[in-house]
């Protein structure tokens, strides 16, 4: 299902510390602190001795793991049941026994505190620990020092594309990593001979960048230099499971020569199972890129990682780093301006996301979101223990004044309510790994990355109690200290008069009022996410992702002997074979439309920022490049809004240059021109490895196009240019194929009819194109996930301090409604005297709280750059509505129950 | 002579099948191999503990396992120990005596 984290198997002879044969470190250090003394250590000792025979055993390490932190945890209650049965006739174990007998005897206060501390302390934690599971080292020996190194620009907070160039530089010149290799990972097709199967993910790395994760083959070799010489024989390794898979584990695979895609590889290692670097890739082939062969910042685009040197930090390596980027910056000034080079985690790398930090304004708000819900929490719990201490009010004061210490009271309170906290946190956490493990499955093997255990860890367990240690003590001491002040003979009267020695006043409605402000807030950005994060339908992506099929084609140059090479003779091989398989395609029934260009629908945006002609040259809007050949829109059916479509005389197939004419999308009009008028302006592209301004190609804006999917995530973000490519261009390009029927069965037909064309070209992949944007959505599913299961928690512990507030109000008015109604006060008057309090604090509340999620959504989230526009009034009227429905229940049931009372037996009660 | 508890009465057939070389991790693996039950460390090294009050067992701090250099503590059956665990057995086998069958039938139905 979800693959743990795990390490590969170790060489034999044995490891030392660090190489994945030793416990945990953060386990052994709770070991420590769990299991103190000699006895401690005679138990530690077998603990990790139990580890390395089960490694022994080959137990898979993750599992190894498990089973130590299991005997770790038992253990260590085995230990210290002894110690905890001597204390059963201490005082303050007495203190917790009687605080137990409350609890149960007032079940439904017992309940809701319950609720707020095992709710509220894991699902608060549970954010900083999303944000921990995703950028979780890599699953290698010392993954932890193993980074990523790029280069990433401020101004449209994206990474740099990494170049060759980039790779080499970093390589020769950065001084804080012992080894530095490059990857880039696509989808392949491999085969023994069957072309019909699904492709798999592979990558081209160089032999540096395996050796630096320390991967151990199980069979055969590890690539090496001598691989990557251009010319050198094509070799390949294979993953554990695809090798039993699609090879029937043949154990003379090592020399076995395979297929992927056109061309022949001989196979000359199978790496462990549970090796999925970079992007669960099953396949490695040795990267032949060199800097010489490409223009300065050409060629492919590689992700570069590196181990850090023994004794160097991650930030001693983020400092060299930034140093060079500023060394480079300093020759070009202008177009570097925003870039900064960074060491990042490994995951942040291939993700492509920045990182959590201080100063972004996302971890402001996650940690916002936190302690707001930490804040519901305490409150929730504070409010209760206030209630339940109040309805002790008389046993407090008669000890107060038969001379018990008020210090000894609050104590009394104080365990009273830790007993509460720890068994409720407790059950969280338990709670808080099962949730985390269904989540894991419902986000699905997209979204949840390789290296992403979402297990409990120490630092989790450890916080959580920490933090309800700290929350019984805030919601524990003050009410004590309250029920405790005051003048002992005015509680005295008040206490014999029926009253209470606590009164409800301004605290306890300042503190109703915030809750019902913040869980508004949560709903609101809940109720967002729902709409945005969530949508399947591509209704609002001005298509429908169901209806396409994606197919690459491999060009054959390498057999024709023009692998390379911008000739004449290549160009002219590839124009043929690109526009027989438009042609097949064309006239294949079922195929509604075709395209051929360099990019997709169903991207996640652009990386290339332009300057308008005529414009001031700041902040420029980064923008999405995609290359389309002439016949793209109209094949597509994808109407003209402005101008032109591209005709023949945009492209000079002879020279292969192009006049510089291009076509953009209405987002690009409207945020890059301001809505004005596109059609004969022109602009350049500013890129960080540009000359001068001088020298820039200036592009004319022939045409305008509807959005076609750029950017399925964040539309505002999908401005798009798009290039006239054409057929003979050796650039990559794949084919958009609108069908009518399903395209999952699409993709075999495709194979079939481009081998009619050209038997050596074969297809790299082919999928539906739902399949590609699935795997973009996933991550900020995740996200939305989340924050939406804590807009409910928090919500549901807003409502439910309410409810017990009010119910608790009636039990201590028993008296003087029971007096009321005798004296023929009408029902009415009698809700009044109850729910009024309660319905202003709840009048309050959602007045204050639309303001708030007024806010919080237009200003501080931006939600108009979200995925599908929402619409804000409708949202905050919704979360008021369903607000107010719900605190009116909350309100109605201790008030009917107190209108059900008996005046006599109200009377009585007291 | 003393009661033995169910699991006291494990750890004391572990240690006799060990012999020399019943200490906490063997024992461990011992029951988890015979019994499939998994126990935790602390549970064996505290019910040794007080097996070896009440005189059933003998410790001795042996050589130091292979790679950490800990010492270990083993154990060994002493006679009083040995007694227990016989009448215990005994005790339940008499029990049991000929109701296997009816035992079978009313568990698996």
Not at chain 1, 460 to 467: F, H
Not at chain 1, 749 to 774: C, M, N, Q, S, Y
């Amino acid at each position: 299902m979800i693959p743990l984290r795990s390490s590969p198997p170790d060489p034999p002879g044995g490891g030392d510390g660090g190489d994945g044969r030793d416990p945990p470190g953060g386990w052994r250090a709770v070991a420590h602190i769990l299991l103190p003394g000699r006895d401690g250590a005679f138990i530690r000792t077998e603990l990790d001795e139990g580890f390395r025979r089960d490694l022994e055993r080959s137990i898979p390490v993750g599992r190894a793991r498990r089973r130590y932190r299991s005997n770790l945890l038992k253990s260590a209650w085995s230990l210290h049941w002894g110690h905890l049965r001597s204390f059963v006739s201490s005082g303050l174990l007495t203190d917790a026994r009687l605080g137990m007998r409350l609890l149960a005897r007032q079940p439904l206060l017992t309940a809701v505190a319950m609720l707020a501390l095992g709710l509220g302390i894991p699902a608060s934690l549970s954010i900083f620990h999303m944000v921990d599971v995703m950028y979780s080292p890599l699953p290698v020996p010392e993954g932890e020092r193993v980074m990523g190194i790029r280069e990433w620009d401020a101004a449209p907070h994206d990474p740099v594309p990494t170049s060759v160039h980039d790779y080499e530089r970093w390589r020769e010149e950065l001084q804080s990593f012992e080894a530095v290799g490059a990857v880039r990972s696509y989808s392949m097709n491999v085969h023994a001979g069957d072309p019909s199967v699904p492709p798999v993910m592979g990558a081209e790395i160089t032999a540096s960048g395996l050796d630096l994760l320390r991967v151990r083959p199980l069979l055969g070799r590890l690539l090496g230099p001598e691989d990557q010489i251009p010319g050198a024989p094509d070799v390949v390794l294979l993953r554990e499971d695809l090798w039993r898979a699609r090879f029937g584990g043949d154990p003379e695979i090592v020399g076995r020569s395979i297929r992927i895609g056109g061309d022949s590889y001989t196979v000359v290692g199978v790496l462990p199972a549970d090796f999925r670097f970079a992007l669960d890739d099953q396949v490695w082939m040795p990267l032949r890129a060199r800097a010489v062969d490409y223009p300065v910042g050409g060629g492919p685009r590689l992700k570069v990682f590196g181990r850090l040197a023994p004794g160097v930090d991650r930030e001693t390596a983020g400092t060299e780093m930034l140093n060079l980027t500023a060394r480079r910056r300093a020759d070009d000034p202008d177009r570097l301006r925003t870039i900064t080079g960074e060491v990042v985690t490994v995951p942040g790398l291939l993700m492509e996301q920045g990182e959590f930090f201080e100063g972004n304004p996302d971890w402001a708000l996650m940690k916002l979101v936190v302690f707001s819900l930490l804040f519901l929490v305490c409150g929730n719990v504070g409010v209760l223990v206030l209630a339940r201490t109040s309805s002790r009010a008389k046993e407090i004061t008669i000890r107060t004044a038969l001379g018990a210490s008020r210090g000894r009271i609050v104590v009394q309170v104080f365990v009273e309510t830790l007993v509460l906290g720890l068994a409720a946190t407790g059950l969280g956490l338990l709670a808080a790994e099962f949730v985390a493990r269904e989540l894991a499955a419902l986000i699905g093997p997209f979204g949840l990355q390789y290296w992403m255990d979402l297990g409990l860890t120490p630092g989790i367990i450890l916080s959580a109690l920490g933090l309800a240690v700290c929350a019984s003590a805030v919601a524990g001491v003050l009410p004590a200290i309250r029920a405790t002040g005051g003048q002992v003979r005015a509680n005295l009267q008040r206490v014999a008069a029926g009253g209470s020695s606590v009164r409800f006043g301004l605290g306890s409605s300042l503190l109703i009022v915030t809750e019902v402000v913040l869980a508004i807030g949560f709903l609101a950005v809940g109720g967002i996410l729902v709409q945005s994060g969530f949508r399947n339908t591509s209704g609002d992506w001005g298509f429908d992702r169901d209806d396409y099929a994606v197919g690459t084609v491999r060009l054959p140059l390498a057999e024709a002997g023009l692998a390379r090479s911008d000739s004449a003779p290549a160009r002219s091989t590839v124009a043929q074979l690109r526009e027989g398989v438009l042609e097949e395609l064309r006239e294949e029934p079922g195929v509604v439309g075709v395209g051929l260009g360099s990019s997709l629908p169903g991207g996640t945006g652009g990386g290339w920022p332009v300057i308008v002609e005529g414009e001031p040259e700041e902040e420029p809007v980064r923008t999405a490049r995609q290359w389309v050949h002439v016949g793209f829109f109209e094949g597509l059916g994808r109407p003209i809004l402005a101008g032109r479509d591209f005709d023949g005389s945009d492209v000079e197939v002879e020279s292969g240059r192009y006049p510089d004419r291009v076509i953009v999308s209405t987002s690009f009009v409207d945020q890059v021109l301001g809505g004005r008028q596109p059609i004969g302006r022109r602009f350049r592209y500013r890129t960080p490895t540009d000359t001068t301004g001088a020298d820039a190609t200036w592009y004319q804006i022939v045409g305008v196009v509807g959005p076609f999917g750029v950017n399925v995530v964040n539309p505002r973000r999908d401005a798009a240019v798009y290039h006239p490519l054409s057929a003979a261009d050796v650039r990559p390009a794949r084919y958009l194929v609108e069908v009518s029927g399903d395209s999952r069965a699409f993709a075999p037909r495709f194979r079939e009819l481009v081998a009619g064309v050209d038997p050596e070209a074969t297809v790299t992949d082919a999928v539906p194109l739902g399949t590609i944007i699935e795997s973009e959505l996933t991550f900020f599913r995740l996200v939305a996930a989340l924050t939406v299961a804590l807009a409910g928690i928090a919500f549901l512990l807003s409502v439910s301090g309410l409810y017990a507030l009010m119910s608790f109000t009636v039990s201590q008015r028993t008296r003087e409604i029971g007096i009321r109604a005798a004296l023929g006060a009408s029902a009415l008057d009698i809700m009044s005297t109850i729910a009024g309090r309660a319905a202003a604090q709840l009048a309050i509340g959602l007045a204050l709280g639309a303001v708030w999620a007024w806010v919080l959504l237009a200003d501080v989230l931006g939600v108009d750059t979200l995925a599908v526009p929402v619409d804000i009034p409708l949202t905050i009227a919704g979360t008021l509505v369903c607000a107010a429905l719900v605190g009116v229940v909350a309100c109605l049931s201790p008030t009917l129950r107190g209108l059900r009372i008996e005046p006599t037996e109200a009377l009585r009660e007291s | 002579m003393g009661y033995l508890g169910e699991f006291e009465q494990l750890i004391l057939f572990s240690v006799l099948e060990l012999g020399d070389g019943a200490y906490g991790v063997a024992i461990r693996e011992t029951i988890e191999d015979r019994t499939g039950r998994t126990v935790s460390s602390g549970a064996i090294y505290t019910a040794l503990g007080r097996l070896e009050d009440r005189g059933m067992v003998r410790s001795r701090t042996g050589e130091p396992d292979g790679t950490a250099g800990r010492p270990r503590k083993y154990y060994l059956l002493r006679r009083e120990g040995a007694r227990a665990l016989k009448e215990s057995y005994r005790t339940i086998q008499s029990m049991a005596d000929g109701l296997l069958p009816k035992l079978t039938e009313l568990a698996e139905g």
